[in-house]
């Protein structure tokens, strides 16, 4: 089974880099045209303004895109401070320094050892922190959750991984029944400091069963947090700050942006896990997204530019709890919503925001809210099958086009 996700691992190394209740929408007139000089967005969130190259071709949609090469953070010379890091070795840097500051932090998983994790997060930490510290379980996904939660309870704080996020289904008794639950229903005698992380979501023809997104899973279990990384610098900040929390945080990691490749700070951080990132301020529509659907929207954003609408990109990352300060603040000033999400359309992710920003917002908006999700059905294995399930840069544009009409 190592074998088998370990080649799964070479995933394609990409880049990251007030209100009326009518509907109101700003004429054509006010929306900024085609002119010489115009704003180009990076995958990044950076904003080029001045003519460009690249702003040219910004109506050749990438299909199934994450990022480009051009569009990441590319530019970053070796000058600039900090040091570059893949996703999987921005998780692991972050791991490790939680090791060395604390130690009752401690992981457990299939093949965390010395093998290094099937996407080689935990590479180099057993022979670091010797096999207590990293320890490897045999193949029993319900067992070692639960041995991690009553690690938890006696007071050590561990990292459980999943080798794959569907393989957790098997634990899910223990995560619902006791990882979110204990702290109440012992009255608060145990605290529940645990993380639970590995990754998921659609990948390159990894099949059903390997492309599963249990976002809406879990959210429904109380006394749970979750948060979903986009770049580096959130996954390490993201997993800093789990390991602290004292309640249990599930951390969900996209296969396909491991490879992803970005300048992060030398000294340390953490990142809040109830906080949103808005990736790039605008003025028309706000577009809620998260994990790997960042970069599709990111890809759609330069289209539109290019076509006179101002998008405002928001990378929500706190699936649990919603960070409705940043979201609503973009609500009233955009008045439309969009929602992209890999998860599924029904009880999904997308669903949830959507009636929180009914309920918390209703009055600011000047359009109905537009949520676009993956298709209720198996992920297929043939590529191109694959590919018609998932939200693409056009589908967003589309979208968005007739969200400003």
């Known amino acids: 089974m190592a074998a088998v996700f370990g080649a799964t691992s070479a995933a394609i190394s990409i880049?990251?880099?007030?209100?009326?209740?009518k509907l109101h929408l700003p004429s054509r007139r006010s929306l900024p045209g085609r002119k010489a000089s115009f704003v180009v967005v990076r995958s990044d969130a950076g904003v080029n303004p001045g003519h460009n190259a690249r702003a040219r071709r910004a109506d050749q949609l990438i299909t199934n895109a994450v990022a480009t090469k051009a569009d990441g953070v590319a530019a970053s010379a070796p000058s600039k401070p900090g040091h570059e890091l893949?996703?999987?070795?921005a998780l692991r840097e972050g791991l490790e320094e939680?090791?060395?500051?604390?130690?009752?932090v401690c992981v457990m998983g299939e093949d965390v050892g010395h093998y290094g994790g099937s996407y080689k997060v935990?590479?180099?930490?057993a022979e670091k922190y010797g096999d207590l510290r990293v320890l490897d379980t045999p193949i029993a996904e319900n067992s070692f959750t639960g041995m991690g939660i009553g690690a938890a309870m006696t007071g050590l704080r561990p990292i459980i991984e999943g080798m794959n996020m569907g393989f957790l289904l098997l634990a899910f008794n223990q995560i619902s029944n006791n990882c979110g639950m204990l702290h109440y229903t012992s009255g608060g005698q145990f605290k529940i400091p645990v993380v639970i992380r590995g990754p998921g979501g659609v990948g390159r023809q990894l099949g059903a069963e390997h492309s599963q997104r249990l976002e809406s899973y879990f959210q429904s279990i109380p006394g749970i947090q979750m948060?979903?990384?986009?770049?580096p610098y959130n996954a390490k900040g993201l997993m800093k700050a789990a390991?602290?929390?004292?309640?249990?945080?599930?951390l969900f990691e996209h296969v396909l942006l491991y490879n992803l490749k970005e300048r992060i700070p030398d000294e340390e951080y953490v990142c809040s896990l109830e906080e949103a990132e808005m990736v790039r301020p605008g003025e028309h529509v706000t577009i809620l997204t998260y994990s790997r659907m960042?970069?599709?929207?990111?890809?759609a954003a330069k289209t539109l530019v290019n076509k006179g609408y101002d998008p405002e990109v928001i990378d929500i990352r706190s699936l649990k709890p919603f960070d409705l300060h940043t979201i609503g603040n973009s609500v009233k000033k955009t008045h439309r919503v969009l929602i992209v999400e890999e998860c599924m359309r029904t009880g999904g992710i997308g669903a949830s925001l959507t009636a929180a920003i009914t309920e918390n917002f209703h009055d600011y908006l000047d359009a109905p809210i537009v949520c676009l999700s993956s298709q209720d059905v198996p992920t297929p294995y043939a590529a191109t099958l694959e590919e018609v399930t998932v939200v693409q840069p056009a589908q967003i544009v589309?979208?968005?086009e007739e969200l400003c009409q």
């Not at 939680?98 to 009752?104: C, K, L, Q, V």
């Not at 960042?294 to 890809?299: A, S, T």
Request: glycine fraction near 2%; include cysteine.
């Open 15 to 21: 880049s990251s880099s007030n209100s009326s209740r």
């Open 86 to 89: 893949l996703l999987f070795e």
């Open 98 to 104: 939680e090791m060395a500051r604390d130690p009752t």
């Open 122 to 125: 935990t590479k180099g930490l």
């Open 227 to 231: 948060v979903a990384c986009s770049t």
């Open 243 to 250: 390991i602290r929390s004292d309640n249990p945080v599930i």
């Open 294 to 299: 960042r970069y599709h929207v990111m890809q």
């Open 398 to 400: 589309s979208a968005v």
